[in-house]
């Protein structure tokens, strides 16, 4: 009889195919008007690195989770920006991307190209 995980005494391991990804891809354009990544399979997304740039004077910028912009879903909060110093963020922010917009980002000038961000990460099933 076989116990289940382990292969003629010794253990069996399981682990998941992460898949690098651009999450948002390379130094994206954010504006007021909220954008969202989209996703059409169930998978996880792992956020490893958040960088974002303001080009031009203070500027700040949110990042939520998991569809609408809430308060409860917001990683990043309206983060001030200081001009032409880039914030970059380490961390392992794992997110449900079963949803159809699952990462939204937006900045508080209408304007384009003023704040970047790019997010770096994986993705599983």
Avoid: C
Avoid at 60 to 65: L, R
Avoid at 79 to 89: E, Q, R, W
Avoid at 94 to 115: E, R
């Amino acid at each position: 009889m076989r116990t289940p995980g382990i292969y003629r005494g010794r253990p069996e391991f399981h682990f998941a195919a992460y898949s690098p990804a651009a999450l948002v891809p390379a130094m994206t354009s954010i504006t007021s008007t909220a954008a969202y990544q989209s996703s059409s399979a169930a998978t996880t997304g792992v956020l490893r690195t958040i960088h974002a740039q303001a080009n031009a004077a203070a500027h700040n910028f949110t990042v939520s989770t998991g569809g609408a912009d809430a308060a409860a879903t917001r990683l990043f909060d309206q983060y001030a920006l200081t001009a032409n110093v880039p914030a970059i963020f380490n961390g392992w922010w794992v997110v449900p991307a079963t949803v159809t917009s699952w990462l939204g980002y937006k900045s508080d000038t209408a304007t384009a190209n003023i704040i970047l961000l790019t997010i770096a990460g994986y993705t599983y099933a």
